[in-house]
């Protein structure tokens, strides 16, 4: 489900709004899925809080919507553009590809509160098609 | 058996009572029918699916969307036993009208984000957590009857 131009102009008109308050909406995104989806937290068992509240979780979101920030910019490559990524995700950290869909409904959840309204199901659809193919992208170095 | 605190009992119920089943229930099925376009093979009947523009504005579709919610109402009022609530649904979900159970999922996370949309910051993780475990219940219910 490759995305189409439509889909690339409406992630990149609607990403500047996410990039402002990204260092709420990862943090948000990554505690609520810990909270919600405990099997996720064996990827991050070396921190002793896991909490809404915990530092490490606050940072490691913002590591994410950087990374969200990159796809966004290598939206037309993004198998080349997230390689490191990639290799970080298979081979250091090994993280089941079924787990970035449980991330993925935990971003829509969060952008949907901020957002209301404008979170229409045409913004939506396109976010969660770029999200999938930044997971595809991430997974690419698996096997 | 599902076990329910009675911390989850009131989040669910202080959620449903503050939702208009009218509103909702077809913002949740055309968000669903627009972000997951293959769930359209099920209203074949329901005429215009065109386009997001066609869905929005198509009555039956906004109707069957006020039907889900009030489905959704019975197991509210029945939190013990779910499973029973929706045995007759199960068997027609499967037999005759043939869908494919992990769209009931993403109906479920459809409505999830419909849920946030208008609760905002009363959207917690707690909330959310207890409503997705409350929509799996009823999946899982759905697709019991499946074979």
């Known amino acids: 489900m490759s995305l189409t131009d439509n889909d690339i102009a409406t992630v ?8 402002k308050v990204a ?17 996720t937290k064996i990827y991050f068992s070396h921190w002793s809080d896991l909490s809404i509240q915990s530092t490490k979780v606050k940072e490691h979101g913002v590591v994410i919507m950087k990374g969200l920030s990159l796809a966004v910019e290598k939206i037309n490559d993004m198998a080349n553009g997230l390689q490191d990524l990639s290799q970080k995700h298979a081979f250091q950290m090994r993280v089941d590809p079924a787990n970035f869909r449980l991330l993925s409904q935990c971003i829509h959840v969060v952008l949907a509160k901020r957002f209301k309204a404008e979170y229409t199901p045409e913004v939506h659809l396109a976010m969660d098609k770029f999200l999938s193919n930044v997971a595809l992208a991430i997974a690419e170095k698996y096997r | 058996m599902v076990v329910w605190t009675e911390s989850e009992l009131s989040i669910i119920n202080s959620i449903f009572s503050s939702l208009d089943y009218e509103d909702i229930g ?53 939190m013990d036993g779910i499973k029973e609530t929706y045995a007759e649904l199960s068997t027609l979900h499967s037999e005759k009208l043939h869908v494919d159970p992990d769209n009931f999922t993403l109906l479920g996370n459809c409505l999830t984000i419909e849920i946030a949309a208008k609760l905002g910051d009363g959207f917690t993780a707690e909330t959310q957590g207890t409503f997705q475990k409350f929509m799996a219940v009823v999946v899982n219910a759905l697709g019991k009857q499946y074979h």
């Not at chain 1, 990149?12 to 990039?19: E, F, G, L, N, S």
């Not at chain 1, 260092?23 to 099997?39: D, H, K, T």
């Not at chain 2, 009947?45 to 579709?61: D, E, R, T, V």
Request: with cysteine; net charge positive; charged share 15%.
């Open chain 1, 12 to 19: 990149k008109a609607i990403w500047p709004k996410i990039a």
């Open chain 1, 23 to 39: 260092n709420e909406v990862g943090p948000e995104s990554l505690a609520r899925m810990l909270c919600i989806y405990p099997q």
């Open chain 2, 26 to 78: 077809p913002k949740a099925l055309c968000r669903c029918l627009i972000v997951y376009p293959w769930t359209q093979r099920y209203f074949g009947g329901f005429g215009n699916l065109y386009n997001a523009a066609a869905i929005k504005s198509n009555p039956n579709i906004a109707a069957h969307g006020i039907k889900i919610l009030h489905g959704l109402d019975r197991a509210v009022k029945n």
